[in-house]
């Protein structure tokens, strides 16, 4: 995967990374480095974001900021009117304390700062955690394609019911075929539901043109869930699913989660 991506790579190129594993940053420089590129000091941070999307955007987020900081550092410099007003441009120091013109206009014209700007933004993102709260019980759209944005999302509920127990919880997945492999689809959810009690409906795809693959397996899908013992049902669509979560989640503070 490292390759396919470094392949990318020409002289004068610059690279940001915001992977956690050392091994695959060392690697990763080396490429960049015999193929001429720029080589930027991997993210270590995570955005100030509102909980829980720090831990769960976070790093994303400050790998954002770092684009647009390398962009108006190297691309954007010589036109200064661009960035007077960037979130991510320095302002000027200050010596001593600011005249009462200078405070009336600070008051009048707040600058806006980085974390200012990740919390008006942070649940903004459709499809990636969006939490609709307004809706009794609570319900979650996310669409995770593989297994480390499926485990994602469970964080992302462990830190919810953390926050405030989830009084009864429902997944309601569904999903391409190969893009979610069954086996550890079913072991991931044993392991979420050991500390937090619910259920799963899976259900099939609607057939839709120009798709390679189809709908998952549902039969598939149960045998793994039956052998690893998960509550779950199955649906043949997803309104018979989604019915099927309302009558299963009473409490005003249960919680429905479509994904896949």
């Known amino acids: 995967v490292i390759k396919d991506y470094v392949s990318l790579v020409r002289k004068g190129t610059h690279v940001v990374c915001a992977d956690q594993n050392k091994n695959n940053l060392k690697n990763m420089s080396n490429f960049v480095e015999k193929a001429g590129?720029?080589?930027?000091m991997p993210i270590r941070k995570l955005a100030p974001l509102a909980y829980p999307f720090e831990q769960l955007h976070g790093r994303c987020a400050a790998l954002a900021e770092r684009i647009v900081s390398i962009y108006i550092n190297s691309f954007a410099k010589p036109d200064s009117e661009n960035i007077a007003d960037s979130l991510v441009a320095k302002q000027k120091g200050q010596r001593g304390r600011p005249t009462l013109e200078a405070k009336r206009q600070m008051e009048l014209n707040p600058k806006?700062?980085?974390a200012h700007f990740w919390k008006d933004i942070t649940n903004e993102l459709d499809g990636r955690f969006q939490i609709l709260s307004k809706e009794k019980p609570?319900?979650?759209?996310?669409?995770?394609?593989n297994?480390?944005?499926?485990?994602?999302?469970?964080l992302g509920l462990r830190l919810m019911h953390y926050q405030r127990p989830i009084k009864g919880i429902v997944l309601l997945v569904a999903c391409e075929?190969?893009?979610?492999?069954?086996?550890?689809?079913?072991?991931q959810l044993r392991s979420f539901f050991k500390r937090i009690a619910g259920t799963v409906i899976i259900c099939s795809l609607?057939?839709?043109?120009?798709w390679a693959d189809g709908s998952w397996d549902i039969e598939k899908v149960s045998n793994e869930l039956k052998a690893v013992k998960i509550k779950?049902?199955?649906?043949?669509?997803?309104?018979?699913?989604?019915d099927?979560?309302?009558?299963?989640?009473?409490?005003?503070?249960?919680?429905i989660a479509i994904i896949g």
């Open 147 to 154: 297994e480390d944005a499926f485990e994602n999302f469970l």
């Open 232 to 242: 779950f049902s199955a649906a043949k669509n997803f309104k018979e699913a989604f």
């Open 206 to 210: 609607p057939k839709k043109a120009g």
């Open 112 to 114: 806006k700062t980085i």
């Open 37 to 40: 590129g720029h080589w930027a």
């Open 244 to 255: 099927n979560a309302k009558k299963l989640v009473t409490d005003r503070n249960g919680l």
């Open 138 to 145: 609570t319900i979650i759209l996310d669409n995770p394609t």
């Open 177 to 187: 075929q190969n893009s979610m492999d069954a086996e550890s689809f079913s072991r």
